[in-house]
């Protein structure tokens, strides 16, 4: 704690009064791992799986065949067609071809279950990111990074607990239920995410690279540091100033994705934990006749679990992760009053707006995080829209039960866990970059939808094996999916973080989630238009293999230390005004 307490008063100057420059702790790093292992549970086991499934259950029980409108989906016991319980879902129409698809009547129109699924989630990352665009500025203004963070997390959490009270009878409650939990899921992710240049950026390595612990030479040290910032700041800089702007870049890429990888390790470890003790659960619940007459019940029991575990880990974030306030709002220092209340409000709101677009445009000066953005928007649709259709297909035309589906959703976490601490190594020992590792995940993701493609082939359907006509096939695809997105997610932070101008982590962080849960609107929604027109899900495919192929280009033409050259550039040419008004505190101001 001496070395410490004596390295922090050799630290770089503050921009702000407010500002914490400390050094990242153990413990901060805990807090910051902990959230991932509080939101991932929900991500992975809520998102992932069980929300889409009682999305389509739940209306199921009130729906009729896409095949014959006047057959229910669900029949009561005694009718002639239902099985053991007293209700008993029909997932194959008359002709028992097995492609059946259920529909509902949501808000006047008639849809399918499966696109009703789908439906939600493009309308849940429509409002994420509205809401992102709301109250994303806020975070870098005052401590209000982390206080948002936790709402959100709280409100999320008490959102999936709810889901224990929605039966068949409100079904049509369900979906606003998903709007606000996701919107609290990927909205807390982005304030998470938003930490991570800060930890890496007060990390200890990067402190005794800059600094020296030693306070009697502090105005040495503070003129070499100035003179090395200056540097970082010249775009004509000396080959020797490239060079260890280069190493920097490159130190501060591996500290990044080594923190970012085992965040999402431990999430994914966490949803594994979750998903055995969810396995047991339902299998208690098929013991008893709760599961046939209710059959959405022991998954609502799992989600209202999800909700507990979720409030519970946020705890240690609560206690241990810094604030790490940001510049004070414009208006902060001025007394409020009631009277003006209402002002206030619109004042806020219209500078977050006003925010948000200066980020916006300020990304559209810096070419490389713009090229980032667009491969961003098209490869996280493609991941959102595969992972969805994945498990309706599952469970609609594969007609894969509850258990086995967690079976299939606990293959794809274990391999995230492992593709999460695997491509860490694998890069190292090739030498891959991350957006290399991207890159070759993207390759991997392509393969799903091109192996589901197969199933068109007419050979191959005569045999009834390959392009996902064997439930065994869809454990196949989990394997690969897990293990791609193990790296995407490990990874896609690490390439981003280094993009981003300093000071603007949370608005540019916030404009990576808007991007990537916005693009999720698009895909989904295509899918359920298909399968409205289809009455089957297979004909997607095609349309997500076309959308996996999209961002590689974008990738490719990528340059990430030109973009971090450029992001360095433009902080010392924004004006006070577009900082936030701050000044920097000298140390004499800070004594």
């Known amino acids: ?338 009277t003006n209340s209402g002002k206030s409000v619109i004042f806020y709101a219209l500078f977050s707006f006003r925010s948000f677009w200066n980020t916006l445009a300020h990304a559209f000066r810096l070419r490389q995080a713009l090229i980032f953005l667009l491969a961003w928007f098209l490869l996280s649709d493609a991941i959102a829209t595969i992972s969805g259709t994945a498990i309706l297909f599952a469970r609609t035309e594969l007609h894969i039960d509850t258990i086995p589906l967690v079976f299939l959703s606990l293959t794809s976490i274990a391999c995230g866990m492992l593709g999460a601490f695997s491509w860490p190594r694998l890069a190292s020992r090739f030498s891959l970059s991350p957006k290399a590792v991207l890159m070759i995940c993207v390759a991997a993701l392509e393969v799903i939808p091109l192996y589901g493609l197969l199933g068109f082939i007419p050979f191959i359907k005569r045999l009834g094996i390959g392009g996902i006509q064997q439930p065994w096939e869809i454990y196949l695809v989990a394997i690969l999916h897990g293990l791609v997105m193990g790296g995407i997610s490990s990874y896609a932070r690490s390439v981003y973080a280094p993009l981003i101008p300093a000071g603007r982590e949370a608005a540019f962080f916030a404009l990576y989630a808007v991007t990537d849960k916005g693009s999720s609107a698009v895909g989904p929604a295509i899918v359920g238009l298909i399968v409205d027109r289809a009455g089957t899900i297979r004909p997607a495919f095609a349309f997500l293999a076309v959308l996996v192929c999209l961002p590689a280009p974008l990738l490719w033409w990528l340059d990430v230390e030109k973009g971090r050259r450029d992001a360095a550039v433009m902080l010392e040419g924004i004006s006070e005004r577009d900082r936030g008004g701050y000044e920097v505190v000298g140390e004499e101001d800070e004594e």
Request: hydrophobic share 40%; net charge neutral; glycine share 6%.
């Open 1 to 338: 704690m001496a070395f410490e307490d004596t390295r922090r008063s050799s630290v770089r100057r503050k921009r702000y009064t407010e500002e914490d420059t400390s050094p990242t702790t153990t413990r901060e790093l805990h807090g910051w791992f902990s959230y991932a292992i509080a939101a991932e549970v929900y991500a992975v086991i809520g998102v992932g799986l069980f929300l889409p499934v009682t999305l389509e259950q739940l209306p199921r029980e009130n729906g009729f065949l896409f095949s014959d409108r006047n057959t229910p989906c669900v029949l009561p016991r005694g009718s002639g067609r239902a099985s053991d319980g007293p209700r008993s879902t029909l997932l194959v129409r008359a002709d028992e071809s097995g492609d059946e698809q259920c529909v509902v009547r949501f808000m006047g129109v008639d849809v399918t279950t499966t696109s009703l699924a789908m439906y939600t989630t493009s309308a849940a990352v429509l409002v994420q990111a509205l809401t992102l665009i709301c109250f994303s500025s806020f975070a870098d203004h005052g401590p209000y990074r982390k206080k948002m963070l936790l709402t959100f997390a709280y409100t999320g959490s008490v959102t999936s607990a709810l889901f224990m009270f929605i039966g068949p009878s409100v079904y049509y409650l369900a979906p606003f239920l998903v709007i606000v939990g996701v919107t609290c899921l990927g909205c807390s992710f982005t304030l998470l995410n938003a930490f991570l240049p800060l930890l890496v950026a007060n990390s200890s390595e990067n402190v005794t690279t800059k600094f020296s612990p030693n306070v009697e030479n502090s105005e040495e040290h503070d003129e070499e540091s100035s003179s090395y910032e200056l540097d970082e700041l010249n775009p004509d800089a000396t080959p020797d100033a490239t060079s260890a702007r280069s190493e920097k870049l490159k130190q501060d890429l591996e500290r990044s994705s080594q923190i970012s990888a085992k965040g999402v390790g431990l999430g994914y470890a966490a949803a594994v934990l979750f998903q055995i003790l969810s396995v047991v659960l339902l299998a208690i619940f098929s013991k008893t006749s709760i599961s046939k007459s209710s059959p959405t019940l022991p998954m609502r029991v799992v989600l209202f679990l999800v909700g507990i575990w979720w409030a519970v880990f946020t705890i240690p974030t609560v206690r241990w992760l810094r604030s790490r306030p940001g510049p004070p709002l414009p208006t902060q220092s001025k007394p409020s009053s009631r």
